[in-house]
């Protein structure tokens, strides 16, 4: 499996930005998709953001279409998440996962998809 550890969480003021990095160790990670997801006060885990493993391709959750930018870096094992333009409804505890299976042609939405996970770090947005 791969270990995931988030930072860049924090508080911020709406219409604010943060820039989120999940940094991967263990097995290889280049090969595999990785993705972003959130749990907000009360909610189930919500799909944020995926990037396939060569980075070729992104999908965003429609709330955060053109607002958030997920990108990786295979040379740092790093995948990030810029988040510009920030709303209270942006407040939760993002989580970074890398996918169990390797080379996937498409950005993988599904929880399921994902075996390994950091712990999370919160984002808290002030309207």
């Known amino acids: 499996q791969v270990q995931l550890m988030e930072s860049g969480g924090g508080f911020v003021q709406a219409g604010g930005s943060l820039r989120l990095s999940c940094a991967a160790s263990?097995?290889?990670?280049?090969?595999?998709?990785a993705g972003w997801f959130r749990q907000r006060p009360g909610k189930e885990h919500e799909f944020v953001a995926g990037?396939?493993?060569?980075?070729?391709?992104?999908d965003y959750a429609s709330s955060v279409q053109g607002r958030f930018t997920i990108s990786r870096d295979n040379v740092k094992n790093t995948v990030y998440l810029q988040m510009t333009n920030l709303k209270a409804g942006d407040t939760a505890v993002y989580y970074c996962?890398?996918?169990?299976?390797?080379?996937?042609?498409?950005?993988?939405?599904?929880?399921?998809?994902?075996?390994?996970w950091g712990k999370g770090t919160q984002v808290t947005v002030s309207s």
């Open positions: 996962a890398a996918a169990g299976s390797a080379y996937s042609a498409r950005v993988l939405q599904s929880p399921n998809d994902y075996s390994s």
């Open positions: 263990g097995r290889v990670f280049s090969d595999v998709a």
């Open positions: 990037v396939t493993w060569n980075a070729r391709s992104t």
